[in-house]
């Protein structure tokens, strides 16, 4: 069975911190992705990456920044977390580049 | 940008009642995806639609992409409980990443 595995479920954090969001997959899918999902405006693309080192910008990439060090791990990093990015982050992966995406389960991070 | 719109944003049936969604987009799509994300769940992959004036069916199920592919819509006939969720559409552009609508958040009353 194919897997999306987030490293939290859920997160507080505090304003001015540093965030890190693990994302790991086990179908060996070149593409990786994240997503923030706030009610209404659906899911906004942060980042992707389409290869292990490779990155690219999303939608709203401002005040994020990814990692792809290895094919089946993607980071992403809120260098200095503010109360605007507290959302549900969705990982997902695909084989193909607008192909079935599979999601994990979501971190949903609360910034106070 | 592309930009994908959902409509209704919300919907109340009774059990039994038919549902539709809609997705429109602001330009020419290659593709359509569909997601059902459970309450508390993440979204899970229904369908690709890739053809002008595709229907496609699931069981109570039915898909459609629009002949100009600028809009689809999805069709729940006779409305159970276990179909309670927000459901997405997501237009794919030839070189461009997916991009989601909304979502139109499906509730049932037994």
């Known amino acids: 069975d194919v897997k999306v595995t987030q490293s939290s479920r859920y997160l507080v954090k505090r304003t001015g911190e540093k965030v890190f969001l693990e994302c790991v997959q086990d179908?060996?899918?070149?593409?990786m992705f994240w997503y923030r999902q706030d009610p209404g405006l659906g899911l906004r693309l942060i980042y992707f990456?389409?290869?292990?080192?490779?990155?690219e910008k999303g939608d709203i990439p401002e005040g994020y920044s990814v990692s792809r060090e290895k094919k089946e791990r993607f980071s992403l990093i809120l260098e200095s977390a503010s109360t605007n990015q507290t959302s549900m982050y969705l990982c997902a992966s695909s084989p193909d580049f607008t192909g079935e995406l599979f999601f994990g389960e979501g971190s949903r991070l609360t910034v106070l | 940008g592309q930009q994908v719109m959902q409509i209704p944003q919300y919907q109340h049936v009774q059990e039994g009642e038919d549902f539709t969604t809609y997705c429109n987009s602001s330009t020419t799509l290659s593709n359509i995806q569909w997601y059902k994300q459970r309450p508390g769940g993440h979204p899970v992959f229904l369908i690709q639609l890739v053809k002008s004036g595709e229907v496609k069916k699931q069981k109570r199920l039915t898909f459609q992409f629009g002949e100009a592919k600028k809009n689809s819509s999805l069709h729940i006939t006779a409305t159970q409980t276990t179909d309670v969720g927000t459901y997405f559409c997501a237009g794919g552009n030839a070189g461009n990443m997916l991009t989601f609508g909304g979502g139109t958040r499906l509730m049932v009353k037994p």
């Open positions: 990456s389409y290869d292990v080192k490779m990155k």
């Open positions: 179908m060996d899918h070149e593409n």
